[in-house]
């Protein structure tokens, strides 16, 4: 008897190690986008380095789970771990909202210590939701991408604007239009049915979906430098071994320095395709760029006045 149940104990423990080995990773965005391709190459480094024990599927285009949903799915278990772009999850928590406030970073070097700024707080309330953050990748600068030039906030009055995130809405508001959720993968039915009429995201969204089918003007305004972030659900991440976690954080600061690094190429690349298919690529009126400049403005002391403290230390740190 005793042997049946050693026996038995052992086998349990055994597929309990088995179930742990596969982790699941949805991803929002197709395998042609960096933050995706970063994905792959933290999922194969963590297998390499762990000699196989843990295998981490990587999820791409919001296949497994739809993007506004992933939070949820790893904060519940219902996946390991996540990758989510930082905005989406703005209703939940004010720190999440500075990666979409326009003009407030817009080149790589102050959308860098903008993330360093916040980390601390990103850390703090991901924690509280049961997440762990592993790394962010940032986007190339958002820009605007409509049917007709642009050299005004006039030209775009009474437009639809596509919004995936509840700053992008308020600002869509600000801007004189319409704003309507739409995700990635939605982006070339919405513009070919009427849906949306304008966007505002990065040459590489823009590249990859092939943007010339259905736009023909990139105003190169560079609003803000968003980024993604991937997290882990921290009981599936303290189940592992100290030495299985240790290659996760390591595979995860690889996967954040790599990040960081091609984000700019990819925006020179991404901004190039656009033109070699047909896409009229222009610098900002000034008069464009005054008028978002005080929407900007307006989104930072609306954020501002809707968080505590702590925010307030965020934006202080960061304009030091």
Not at 107 to 122: F, G, I, S, T, V
Not at 141 to 155: G, T
Not at 213 to 239: L, M, S
Request: hydrophobic share 40%; no cysteine.
């Amino acid at each position: 008897m005793k042997n049946i149940v050693t026996g038995s104990i052992l086998m349990g423990s055994l597929l309990t190690t088995v179930q742990a080995a596969q982790w699941h990773m949805p991803t929002p965005y197709g395998d042609a986008n960096h933050p995706t391709k970063v994905a792959h190459q933290f999922a194969e480094e963590i297998k390499t380095n762990t000699k196989g024990e843990l295998d981490i599927t990587v999820h791409s285009g919001a296949s497994l789970v739809k993007h506004p949903e992933i939070p949820r799915a790893v904060r519940t278990g219902q996946v390991q771990m996540g990758e989510v772009f930082i905005g989406i999850m703005g209703n939940t928590h004010p720190v999440f909202k500075h990666d979409n406030i326009p003009f407030l970073a817009t080149n790589y070097d102050d959308a860098q210590k903008l993330w360093d700024a916040a980390k601390p707080e990103m850390n703090k309330q991901l924690n509280k939701e049961g997440m762990t953050l592993l790394y962010a990748v940032a986007w190339p600068a958002q820009s605007l991408y409509s049917k007709e030039p642009v050299n005004s906030l006039a030209d775009l009055g009474g437009l639809r604007m596509r919004a995936y995130s509840p700053s992008t809405s308020r600002l869509a508001d600000l801007m004189g239009t319409t704003p309507t959720t739409i995700q990635v993968p939605e982006i070339p039915q919405a513009f070919s049915t009427g849906i949306i009429d304008a966007m505002i995201t990065s040459p590489s969204t823009g590249a990859n979906g092939q943007a010339w089918d259905y736009v023909k003007h990139y105003t190169d305004i560079q609003a803000w430098i968003p980024k993604n972030v991937v997290v882990v659900n921290t009981r599936a991440f303290k189940r592992l071994d100290k030495a299985t976690q240790q290659v996760i954080l390591d595979a995860a600061a690889n996967a954040e320095t790599k990040g960081w690094e091609i984000v700019r190429d990819q925006a020179k690349k991404d901004t190039q395709t656009l033109m070699d298919n047909g896409i009229v690529v222009t610098q900002p009126s000034t008069e464009l760029l005054n008028e978002l400049s005080v929407i900007g403005a307006t989104m930072e002391a609306e954020w501002l006045a809707e968080s505590g403290p702590e925010i307030k230390t965020l934006i202080d740190n960061y304009k030091k």
